[in-house]
């Protein structure tokens, strides 16, 4: 498949099957470097959605698999738009704290719209939404669905 920009697209192969992000450095450029440098590290292969919410969003990214986890990394300063958290939207996953996304990202179901501002939005679903909506509900998720590889579109050639 050719994707517009390939250095900006992730394909996240899952156990539910394929899930292709085009990531928006436009609107977040700290938290796409952050999650291109963690994919091409291998960072989320075999990681968890841990906490996945039936007409919310499905949460992801932590390596031990609680929610309470994340890269060796520091924290990412907010990145806050105006843009809306709708289906589709990859957003970061943070604390209460507003500068302390990481690792964790989440991809809205719905539409989710008391996120908005509230979070950064990094990236959109463009293929591969019905795979999301298949992955197992819960929070905690018993027996979660994973992410079996992530990685930037241009690494794998699928330019």
Not at 58 to 74: E, H, N, R, V
Request: with cysteine; hydrophobic share 35%; glycine share 8%.
């Amino acid at each position: 498949m050719a994707y517009e920009n390939p250095e900006n697209v992730l394909i996240l192969e899952t156990t539910k099957g394929r899930v292709v992000i085009r990531l928006r450095p436009d609107l977040a450029p700290n938290h796409v470097a952050r999650i291109k440098e963690l994919a091409r590290e291998n960072f989320y292969d075999g990681v968890v959605f841990h906490r996945v919410i039936d007409g919310f969003m499905a949460q992801t990214g932590d390596p031990t698999g609680t929610g309470a986890g994340g890269s060796d990394k520091p924290d990412l300063k907010a990145e806050f738009t105006a843009e809306p958290h709708k289906r589709g939207t990859v957003s970061a996953a943070r604390t209460a704290a507003p500068n302390s996304a990481n690792s964790q990202f989440f991809i809205c179901f719905d539409e989710a719209p008391w996120l908005n501002k509230q979070y950064s939005v990094f990236g959109e679903v463009i293929e591969g939404m019905e795979n999301v909506d298949k992955i197992k509900k819960g929070e905690p998720v018993r027996d979660p669905d994973s992410i079996t590889t992530m990685r930037v579109a241009t690494d794998i050639g699928a330019e």
